[in-house]
């Protein structure tokens, strides 16, 4: 199993000041040297965290994994193989929304997908993932267009109200996780997955390749990087502590 780094909300701390700081390329140096197999962002049409320079400066110094996250807008396509990343996960995105709220309606972008995206990527070696709920009907679009990977939506089971909402939501994970292998594709999964049901995830659902996980590991990273930091502007103060 692969760790992809989803380094969003370092650029949306970024932009809170509009200066440099903090840098989402080094947070994804830092992740890469930590071990993570790959960094994944998500440009938006809005570009409300990662901006266009941010891809290109990870496009060039990333050496694992460079997911793309992106709507299957042409305005990203034209960036998407201009920038050639390993992968491309293509999600639905709405103006609204805080996060991607949910799964590719198959039925709905199928035909769209099948004569202006696909073709675009044809032969270009990159990699395409479709974000998609545990929809069996989803799952059998995903494989006659082609994709690659699917990325299984799990914001539905981290944010379960109650254990038998999770249990059950687990249970059309592990199915669709299945399906997805047995069609030849590889599976993913990612959103909302954190240090406490990220273990339940990996216990129950087989064929697991990539989790893409952001929010939850950045927000940890803050709180157990908080005490070092605090400690090196005492010392440099020359505060005991
Ligand atoms: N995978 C997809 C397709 C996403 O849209 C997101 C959120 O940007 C993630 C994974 C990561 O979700 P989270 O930030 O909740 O870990």
Known sequence: ???????????????????????????????????ATGIVF??????????????????????????????????????????????????????????????????????????????AFKNTGIDISLFLDPNPVDIELAQKLGADAVELHTGTFANAPDEAARNKELERLRKGAELIHEAGMIVNAGHGL????????????????????????????LFWGLERTVKEYLRLMNVDC
């Open 42 to 119: 998500h440009l938006r049409g809005d570009r409300r965290h990662i901006r266009d320079e941010d891809v290109y400066r990870l496009k060039d110094s990333i050496k694992g994994i460079l997911d793309f996250e992106m709507a299957a807008t042409d305005e990203m396509i034209g960036i998407c193989l201009d920038v050639k990343p390993d992968l491309c996960t293509l999600v639905p995105e709405g103006r609204e929304e805080l996060t991607t709220e949910g799964g590719l309606n198959m039925k709905h972008v199928y035909d769209d997908y099948e004569q202006r995206v696909f073709p």
């Open 1 to 35: 199993m692969r760790l992809l780094v989803n380094i969003d909300h370092i650029a949306t701390l970024r932009n809170a000041r509009g200066e440099g700081n903090p840098d989402p390329v080094e947070g994804a140096r830092v992740c890469e040297e930590a071990g």
């Open 194 to 221: 954190n240090l406490e049901n990220l273990p339940l995830l990996i216990e129950h659902v087989p064929y697991l390749q990539d989790v893409s996980i952001g929010h939850a590991l950045i927000s940890t990273s």
